[in-house]
């Protein structure tokens, strides 16, 4: 049946008894012939002085009448109320809800409706029919959008697609209303370097068609290049004239994961609020940005980051790709400090950071990291080649049992899995100063750091009293040392040793077994031990100049 039929026949029928009620009408008032009456007997009847509307009025007093007269009426009983009007109401009701089952939805149709209308260019490969359970809706086979910027390029597929209709207007196929689209095992290729241009988009956009992806993933290029994957998601898509609500839950490196963010234009500037949740790894991400007119380039906020006791606040702007931290407090249970700097996350991420600590508690860092298995304590030392960028770090306090090191600065390159150490200025208090120049190389088979040293003695009195040395009046104010530090196999190198003078290859390669039996007989517990540090300084020094 179609429907363009079903219309014609519903106006016809009620044309056809609007004829007939006039007709009969007509009938009635032929029989009615004025003439054969008495106007003056009629007028009679409508003098109001014969009547004495005291004994009216008594009628329409509601005191008159007793309730229990309503009471002999059965409601419950009565069949009609009671079988035939609710079985009327379902049936009418579903024949309205099924009617648009028999209407022939064609494909490029539905394609202008759900996509053209909204700019986006898309294929419906599969069938197209209308389903009035559990809702009224549109059900789409094999759906394909493109991308916005590379139309060769595939955006989303879809293998399942609902267009949920409303109620009103629904047997009027041309004014059926789109409530919402979901799209069930979809997949999503999202491009981390069109970022921006997908933002620019939605930001234009006043009132969309909601949109939910269930049972589904999204994968995250940068470029060409894969970067990771977002399993088991589900997103929600809502858009509402001056405001964006964006959602999404999903498991991303085998862990639970959920973004929530709300958009809202009041005047001439945005207000965005941005939450991400990771479970197994404790971490809690809230940021809230302001965007003015005036500048649209420029969003400016507070953000907050938790995880576990770990936890960082900062003031920043983004502005061309890039977060700029104007101030920022780092703290957990072993550092307590601030960092400003700028980081660039596009076309390549890349940081400038300076981290000036108050304190660094020495003595809960190395006991953590002794807690770490091997396999943890190796993992530390891997560098990601695609971090990249410049780091300041310095503290001007170091708690420590033995209260040997009182501060630092230092200044460290990371550049394609490498890290360059530019300057490390270790303060040593009264005893004197140390500097250490080097690279940390991380490759598949091994690890380690290539160095130079230059250890300074201010005080020798107290220098050689720390090390409980007192068969030595006079020693050298400087020392240099260079090597090779293997991270993964635990093996130190000497290359060169010198003081006034540089040490024979014999007095190198006895320094360099010292050191290995004595500071790494234990791996890391004894490398950082103060009490095996000063058995080793004591060793080389009875048997070296």
Known sequence: MKYINFKRYYFSTVAKSLNTLRYNFIKIFKFVNFSGYNLKTIYKYLDVRRYNFTKILKYFNPKTYSIN????????????????????????????LVIPTFYNYDKSDIEKLICKKQNIECIIQGKV???????????????IVNDFFKKKRTLITAENTAVKLSIKNLLAKEKQKFKKIELNNFEINLNLENW?????IFSKKTNLIPVTFVKGKVLLFDKNDYVATISDSKINLKFVPNSINFKLWGKILNDKIHINLNSERIDNSTFS????????????????????????NVVSGNVLIKQDKNKITAIIDYKDNKIVINKSNLRNTFIDGKMEGIITILPYFNFNLDVNLNSINFTKLYSYFLSLDNNQRK???KINKKINGELILASDKIYSSYNLIKSFESNLKFNNGKISIKQFLINLGKLGAADILGTINDDKK?????????????????????????????ISSNFFVSGNFDLDNLRMSFYEISNDEKL?????????????????????????????????????SDETN
Do not use: C, W
């Open 273 to 296: 609020e941005f939450l991400l949740k990771m479970s197994n790894l404790n971490l809690l991400t809230k940021a809230s940005f302001i965007n003015s007119e005036k500048d649209k």
């Open 446 to 474: 091994f690890s380690n750091l290539k160095f130079e040293s230059n250890v300074f003695v201010d005080n020798q009195k107290k220098f050689l009293s720390k090390f409980g040395i007192y068969n030595k009046k006079n």
């Open 379 to 381: 993992e530390i030392f």
């Open 69 to 96: 007269r309503f009471k002999k009426i059965n409601f419950i009983g009565n069949k009609f109320l009671k079988i035939h009007l609710p079985a009327s109401i379902i049936f009418f009701g579903f024949l309205y």
């Open 504 to 540: 024979s290859n014999e007095d190198v390669n006895y320094v360099e077994k010292e050191f290995n039996d004595l500071m790494l007989g234990e791996g890391y517990k004894s490398l950082f031990y103060f009490p095996t540090f000063k058995e080793f300084i004591r060793s080389i």
């Open 196 to 200: 921006k241009k997908y933002k620019s």
């Open 129 to 143: 029919n209308y389903r009035f359970y559990p809702t009224p809706r549109i059900l789409i086979k094999d759906l």
